[in-house]
């Protein structure tokens, strides 16, 4: 009698490491997929951004240049 409680106190303790391991598994695949969502974003806002910059830039550097030509 007394070995088998033993035995069931062990079976639960290691259902319960069981399931500890396997929550902080699905906790670490979830922040690394927020992780990488986060870095996909800040990289596309970083490009979106310098297309952006330079295509305005590049604007008024050309609109500048034709205007000096063409004065006389």
Do not use: W
């Not at 106190?9 to 699905?26: A, M």
């Amino acid at each position: 009698m007394n070995n088998l409680e033993e035995i069931r106190k062990h079976v639960d303790e290691l259902s319960t490491q069981s399931k500890r391991k396997t929550k902080k598994r699905i906790r670490t695949r979830l922040n690394r997929k927020i992780g990488f969502g986060v870095l996909a974003v800040l990289i596309a806002g970083a490009l979106i951004t310098s297309v952006g910059l330079l295509s305005y830039y590049g604007k008024i550097e050309t609109t500048a240049t034709s205007k000096s030509i063409g004065s006389p």
